[in-house]
């Protein structure tokens, strides 16, 4: 079974600064995806960004960035210019590849809340 | 952009009585659904999968009997929580598999509250 490890429960920075949450996971499959999911106080999930792990480039979506490390099994995301609008609770999650059984289920992370100050 | 529409948004019932929570996509077919349950502050736990035209799987744990999935349809999956009690009290959020980008759509979840 994966798991999913986010080690930081709440984090708060300025508007404006640049935020690194952290995501580590647990796994012996080697064709996975990692996704960080946004979740503001609406509670609607939102995706952020997605890595595939057959990827050595890290990915990037405008002012968010991941850097994957997949021999240390590390996945943490990287808000540029944090904005207000960006305060949420934002999740790790982990799903395998599909190998022809079907789609699986996300694994998430417990969570990092991450408040922008103004 | 991909769409997968939940209702109702809010439900109240009473201990003993069944609630249905509906989970469509509304732009395109996935053959594949999730159902998520989430606490109060806390992360979300896959409760089962559900297939198109076959059983649902559940993970371990999860009462198939008290947590019912009917998957009809292409774009329509339900769960009904039979005999509510107060600790089904929960968030219940849905995921369609859109299979184009590696990611799931989510539902705008339901709040359950057994009173």
Not at chain 1, 78 to 88: E, H, N, Y
Not at chain 2, 74 to 80: C, E, K, W
């Amino acid at each position: 079974a994966q798991t999913v490890t986010q080690s930081q429960p709440e984090m708060s920075v300025q508007e404006a600064e640049t935020v690194t949450l952290s995501c580590t996971y647990d796994t012996s499959e080697n064709n996975y995806y990692l996704f960080w999911y946004k979740q503001p106080p609406s509670r609607q999930m939102i995706l952020v960004i997605r890595q595939e792990a057959y990827k050595q480039q890290n990915a990037t979506e405008n002012r968010f960035s991941v850097n994957f490390q997949k021999a240390a099994k590390s996945f943490s995301l990287k808000i540029s210019d944090s904005q207000l609008g960006d305060t949420a609770m934002y999740f790790c999650a982990f799903m395998m590849e599909d190998s022809g059984g079907g789609a699986d289920g996300l694994t998430f992370g417990k969570g990092t809340h991450l408040i922008i100050q103004p | 952009g991909a769409v997968v529409s939940q209702h109702p948004s809010r439900v109240i019932c009473k201990s003993g009585t069944s609630v249905k929570i509906e989970c469509r996509s509304l732009d395109f077919q996935a053959t594949t659904m999730f159902w998520y349950r989430q606490f109060p502050k806390k992360s979300l736990m896959l409760m089962a999968t559900s297939n198109e035209g076959s059983k649902a799987t559940y993970e371990q744990g999860v009462e198939k009997d008290k947590f019912l999935i009917n998957h009809a349809s292409l774009t329509l999956s339900t769960l009904t929580v039979t005999s509510a009690h107060p600790e089904d009290s929960s968030f219940y959020i849905c995921s369609a598999d859109q299979r184009t980008n590696y990611g799931y759509t989510f539902g705008s979840g339901t709040r359950l509250t057994v009173v």
